[in-house]
C-alpha cells in the first residue's frame, strides 16, 4: 500500500477508541482499483462483547473532520445488520466512510460461507441484495491500518485461499436464476411493462456477474462496476461489457424482446464456461 499521509491520520485519531479491535482500509482503494475522487472506506471492527463507544468515536471524528458541527456518527445497527452502521465524513478535503463490522458476526458468517453456505439479503444501497460473501471479500481485500491482536489478519486465513465449497455455492446460487430473469422479461413483454423488463434483466446482469466472479474465485463486494471488472477476469464472456450496453440501448429503443436476445445469447455462452 503506498503511503498515504491520510491513512496515518484517521488511524492516528481512531485507535484509541474503546471497543475498536482492528481498523481496516477497505472497497476500492484497498484493491488497488481507486479513481482520485474515489471514498476512503474505512472499517471499524469489534467484538460483539465490548462494542465501539460511539460517543468517543464521535468525538474523534469531530477532531479530524471538515465541517465538525455537521458531523455525526451512527449507532451500533443503525443502518441494519449488514452494513451495520458508521458515518459519512470529510476529511482535508477528501470524502471518507466509516463502517461498523461485528468481528464476531463476521467470523460466523465466514465459516458458513466457508462450507459453501450463502444468504442473499435485502438492503438499500445493494440493488441486487446483499450477498453474505461479501463480508468475505471485505476480509480477503482489505489492508490492516491498526490490528494488534492479529483480527483481520486470522480471518484472512478463513478468507484465503478462496474456498471450493463456496465457489460452487455461488454458481449454483445464481446461475439458474439468470434464464429465471430473463423469461419473466419476456413474459412482461406483452404488458409493455418496460420497468419489470429492465428489473428482470438487470438481476440476470447481476447473476451473471456473481458467476463469473465464483469462476474465477474472486470475491464480489459491490455490484458497482462489477460486469465492468468481471469482463477483465481470465474466464470472462467476449465482449461483456459491450453487449451489457448493448441491452441497456435496447432497452431504451423499446427493442425489449432483442434485449432479452442479447442476454440469452450471454446465458448460452456462460454455460459452456461453466462446463
Known amino acids: ?15 484509541e477508541v474503546p471497543g475498536l479491535a482492528a481498523i481496516v482500509l477497505g472497497g476500492s482503494r484497498a484493491r ?4 482520485l475522487t474515489s471514498d476512503h472506506d474505512i472499517g471499524l471492527y469489534f ?20 465541517d465538525p458541527a455537521a458531523t455525526t456518527v451512527t449507532p451500533v445497527g443503525e443502518w441494519g445488520p449488514w452494513i451495520v452502521g458508521g458515518a459519512w465524513l470529510s476529511v482535508e478535503g477528501r470524502k471518507v466512510d466509516l463502517l461498523y463490522r461485528n468481528a464476531d458476526a463476521v467470523e460466523a458468517v465466514m465459516k458458513s460461507c466457508h462450507a459453501g453456505l450463502v444468504t442473499m ?14 463480508w468475505m471479500g471485505e476480509i480477503a481485500y482489505c489492508q490492516p491500518l491498526h490490528d494488534p491482536q492479529g483480527l483481520i489478519a486470522r480471518l484472512k486465513s478463513i478468507a484465503l485461499p478462496y474456498p471450493r465449497p463456496l465457489r460452487e455455492a455461488l454458481i449454483q446460487r445464481f446461475r439458474w436464476e439468470i434464464l ?55 474466464l470472462t464472456i467476449p465482449h461483456l461489457t459491450e453487449r451489457t450496453d448493448d441491452v441497456w440501448r435496447l432497452i431504451d429503443d423499446g427493442a425489449l424482446a432483442s434485449a432479452c436476445e442479447v442476454l440469452r445469447k450471454i446465458d448460452q455462452q456462460l454455460k459452456v464456461l461453466s462446463q
Open 180 to 234: 429465471f430473469g430473463i423469461g419473466n422479461a419476456e413474459l412482461a413483454i406483452a404488458r409493455g411493462d418496460r420497468t419489470h423488463v429492465a428489473g428482470c434483466l438487470y438481476r440476470s446482469l447481476a447473476c451473471i456477474a456473481q458467476v463469473l466472479f465464483a469462476l474465477n474465485e474472486r470475491y464480489l463486494i459491490n455490484e458497482k462496476g462489477a460486469l465492468q471488472e468481471a469482463a477483465r477476469l481470465p
Open 47 to 66: 467484538a460483539a462483547a465490548s462494542p465501539i463507544d460511539t460517543e468517543r468515536l464521535l468525538a474523534a471524528a469531530k477532531e479530524i473532520a471538515d
Open 32 to 35: 488497488g482499483s481507486a479513481h
Open 121 to 134: 439479503t435485502y438492503q438499500p444501497g445493494h440493488p441486487h441484495g446483499f450477498c453474505s460473501a461479501i
Open 1 to 15: 500500500m503506498s503511503h498515504d499521509p491520510l491513512l496515518t491520520h484517521l488511524t492516528s485519531a481512531f485507535r
